[in-house]
């Protein structure tokens, strides 16, 4: 357990990851030399002074060569080469003839000519060993993050396609079967319409929003018109009215040019519907807000409803949950549903983002 810990924190630690790198590259050039007879166990600290130079010249190649030649500028890739060139360099020399000496307490002096040119040379073929190195350790972690961020985005778009199969049969199975229901709606109307005119007019608006429900039952990318969906609402407040012997004070607000909006159907009847069930309809000083605003490229819907004292009414349909769901599937980022459960007030607002 200790050691899958140790790993873990290894993984998610840039740093570490790097530290537990080079180390087992310093163990690996410690082993080879061991092996072949060039050194011991007790050289640790020549190792080091060697492996030193390929850490610090790693990262110089990587974060002024590798990155600019990636990005195909040869302007900037030859002078990131050459800069980290210098820089390695310059870095090579001092740990050589500065560090090393004030670590063994020798005396720091400048190599002679000769010497110079032998260092110039092996520290010049030391960098170019390093930057090929460098180089395939950045594509090969660009290479791997591809293919990561590949991955992710095949599992996000199977995640939402699960969503869009789960919100549609969620949809499919809150719906009576709407071909029963619309025929016995017809028949109830027939019976009520002589002796019960005001019933068979509920039975009658019923029955046109459950023929819209069911022509527009399905999701798509078009939607229906908005105001249509209002058509739906004044239909559903007609038939509170009625029940309620209108009783009920509702206030519908329409401002902007609603003729040319869509969206997907069933979403704006469902957000009233949950006012009717649940709010104080008969409260003149409350009345039920409902507005719908077209401003600019967005579209602006809210109901605002004082709570009703007592038990509420079970609700059944398709549920704010699968409501997220559908919008989700259809506007992806371009939505907002907010909702504001107070004490005594209980607020849904929509906002539906049109792209130019």
Known sequence: MENFKLIQAINQSNFLRHLFFWLLFFAFCLWMKVLVGIATTGDLDVIFWNV?????????????????????????????????????????????????????TKKIHFPQPLVLNRFMVTALWLYLS??????????????????????????????????????????LRAQINPHFLHNTLSLLYAKSLMSCPDVADAILILDDIMRYAMENKQDNKNGVLITREIEQIKKLI??????????????????????????????????????????????PVY????????????????????????????????GLDNLRKRLSQAYGNEFNLEIKNEEHSYEASLEIKYSI
Do not use: W
């Open 130 to 171: 390093v930057t090929v190195l460098s180089l395939c350790y950045f594509f090969g972690l660009q290479s791997l993050l591809k293919e990561r961020n590949l991955q992710k985005v095949e599992k996000e778009k199977l995640e939402m396609e699960n969503e869009k199969v789960l919100a549609e049969h969620a949809f």
């Open 52 to 104: 030193l130079p390929v850490i610090y010249g790693c990262y110089l190649s990587y974060y002024f060569f590798a990155k600019t030649f990636r990005r195909k500028n040869p302007v900037k890739s030859i002078i990131g080469f050459f800069q980290a060139c210098l820089l390695f360099v310059l870095a090579y020399f001092i740990q050589s003839y500065v560090v090393e000496p004030l670590i063994y």
């Open 238 to 283: 007609q038939i509170y009215q009625l029940r309620y012997a209108d009783r009920l004070f509702v206030h519908i607000c329409q401002e902007g040019d609603l003729t040319t909006r869509r969206i997907i159907p069933l979403v704006l009847i469902t957000l009233v519907e949950n006012a009717f069930k649940h709010g104080d309809l008969e409260n």
């Open 287 to 318: 009345p039920v807000q409902i507005n719908a605003i077209a401003n600019g490229e967005c579209f602006l819907f809210n109901v605002k409803n004082r709570k009703r004292d007592g038990p509420k009414e079970i609700s059944h349909g398709i």
